[in-house]
């Protein structure tokens, strides 16, 4: 998490319950965006304004080989 707007030098460790980041994505999951929905924090002294984002996955590099043989001899 990026945290703005802390006053006096304080932190994250003001808050009383932490912010939750999910998303719909995971291991398994296809190229693509998926939408990172951010709720959850509280505090005594703030008020929270979440900003969502996405989570980009691209496609993985493949690289593809011919092995190297030895002639048949018959």
């Given at each position: 998490?990026?945290?703005?707007?802390?006053?006096?030098?304080?932190?994250?460790?003001?808050?009383?319950?932490?912010?939750?980041?999910?998303?719909?994505?995971?291991?398994?999951?296809?190229?693509?965006?998926?939408?990172?929905?951010?709720?959850?924090?509280?505090?005594?002294?703030?008020?929270?304004?979440?900003e969502n984002?996405?989570?980009?996955?691209?496609?993985?590099?493949?690289?593809?080989?011919?092995?190297?043989?030895?002639?048949?001899?018959?």
């Amino acid at each position: 998490f990026v945290y703005e707007g802390f006053v006096n030098s304080e932190d994250g460790t003001v808050l009383t319950t932490l912010p939750i980041a999910s998303t719909t994505a995971d291991a398994t999951s296809n190229v693509g965006e998926y939408a990172i929905t951010v709720s959850g924090g509280e505090s005594d002294n703030y008020s929270f304004t979440y900003e969502n984002s996405m989570l980009t996955i691209n496609k993985a590099s493949l690289t593809i080989k011919s092995g190297s043989k030895t002639p048949l001899l018959l």
